[in-house]
């Protein structure tokens, strides 16, 4: 029951990490994006 509850949790945190780690490269990449179309 433990192993069956812990393989879920950890493909959640997993999928979260991800996320917002993309979350993060996205805002990043557009930043970076807007500040050159400023310049």
Request: glycine share 0%; net charge positive; aromatic share 24%.
């Amino acid at each position: 029951m433990q192993i069956h509850f812990k393989t879920p949790a950890s493909s959640l945190l997993l999928s979260i990490f991800s996320y917002m780690f993309y979350k993060d490269f996205i805002q990043i990449y557009h930043n970076r994006s807007f500040t050159y179309k400023s310049k």
